[in-house]
């Protein structure tokens, strides 16, 4: 595998790197809605790279190596020796078929040699962990499934995703790895510490928290932001996330953060799902207990391409808004932290999301995360 990392601004278009591919099979993209909308970028990458396939997302921030920047489009192309590549893409009409969804992506990638999945989604219209389930009951626990949910800052307003086509909204990308040549290595971990009772969901369908301990999700999350911090739900929620628990089996936890609020209902509309009877409790940041986390899930990323050493490799990082909301001008500090873990020799971009997928790093099951950092570490031994 060979790849070059591409960055464009208004400025100074499409630079290039020092040793430019002359063909390429795979483009990942990452950039603002605004910049994305119009499709000329893509039309552009379509020019320089014909025969590859072309995915990528709207964002909440673009990371490039050490970097993280919003006036920029950040992109890797790559070139592969003995890995075949195949991308599918699904329409959203209706989100309440999220599983559906996901198990169309998959029947279409599923193969005998299927070594890996890596999706990006719409990031206002899914439900992440419906999408994740329909996927991973399609191609098993073993295939590993990594990606993230598109973003749009703290807009929240539109998403886009494009797979060989301009990017557009209501859209889901599916990518598949074929072959024993590739080497796929993930991580996920978040940082976040835990604080205030534990309570129990009372009241919920799929995404959508109506009730904690009998009383209004909506009425909890503004007695704790205050007057002033909840007049910029949802936005501001990203700052206190919660995490989702059965009492029976804790390696079921997973993060989760809002989407959308309905005052009129006092309800609560997550990125995935909230199960009812399960155990929630609010969490808080601290800045370097964050960056530790991002380093963690580098760790666990760098072990999965051990085999690839010699060879090149390239990650994609996928960190969520709330993170960057948090940490402020700080934020470089967790994405450094991945580059110290997977070295200065690793390509690395990656996107601020609404939500990231990876396998959960106890359970092993591929879950829909939210307030984390995910990495996926490519390499191949051909």
Excluded at 114 to 135: M, P, T
Excluded at 188 to 201: H, I, T, Y
Excluded at 364 to 374: F, I
Aim: hydrophobic share 40%; aromatic share 6%.
């Amino acid at each position: 595998m060979r790849s070059e990392q591409l960055v464009w601004n208004s400025k100074s278009g499409w630079r290039r790197g020092e040793k430019p591919l002359r063909e390429a099979a795979l483009v990942f993209y990452f950039g603002g809605r605004e910049a994305l909308g119009d499709g000329v970028r893509y039309g552009e990458l379509r020019e320089m790279f014909p025969a590859a396939h072309i995915v990528g997302c709207s964002t909440g921030g673009q990371i490039k190596n050490n970097d993280v920047t919003d006036d920029e489009i950040v992109a890797a192309a790559a070139s592969f020796e003995a890995t075949r590549l195949r991308l599918c893409r699904q329409a959203i009409d209706d989100p309440r078929r999220s599983q559906d969804y996901g198990e169309a992506i998959a029947r279409a990638l599923q193969a005998d040699d299927l070594a890996g999945v890596f999706v990006l989604s719409d990031g206002l219209n899914v439900n992440g962990s419906e999408l994740v389930a329909g996927i991973s009951k399609v191609i098993g626990a073993d295939i590993p499934l990594t990606g993230g949910l598109a973003g749009d800052g703290a807009s929240f307003q539109e998403t886009l995703v494009g797979a060989d086509c301009p990017p557009c909204a209501r859209m889901i990308a599916g990518l598949g790895f074929y072959g024993s040549a590739i080497r796929i290595g993930h991580g996920s971990a978040g940082g976040w510490d835990l604080f205030g009772p534990r309570r129990q969901v009372t009241k919920s369908a799929g995404n959508v928290l109506f009730e904690l301990d009998g009383e209004p999700a909506l009425d909890l999350y503004e007695r704790y932001l205050g007057p002033e911090e909840s007049k910029g739900l949802p936005s501001s929620a990203l700052l206190f996330p919660i995490q989702v628990y059965d009492l029976q089996q804790p390696d079921t936890a997973v993060v989760r953060t809002v989407l959308a609020i309905d005052r009129d209902k006092r309800s609560m509309t997550f990125a995935g799902d909230v199960p009812q009877g399960w155990t929630a409790q609010l969490m808080r940041g601290h800045l370097d207990r964050l960056a530790a986390g991002a380093a963690d899930a580098a760790r666990q990323a760098r072990g999965g391409v051990a085999a690839a050493a010699g060879h090149e490799r390239l990650s994609i990082l996928v960190s969520c808004i709330g993170r960057r909301l948090l940490m402020g001008q700080r934020t470089v500090e967790e994405v450094e932290a991945v580059g110290a873990e997977l070295g200065d020799d690793t390509l690395r971009l990656g996107f601020y999301s609404y939500g990231e997928i990876s396998p959960h790093a106890k359970s092993g099951l591929c879950e829909l995360h939210n307030q984390t950092m995910t990495v996926t570490a490519l390499a191949e031994v051909a």
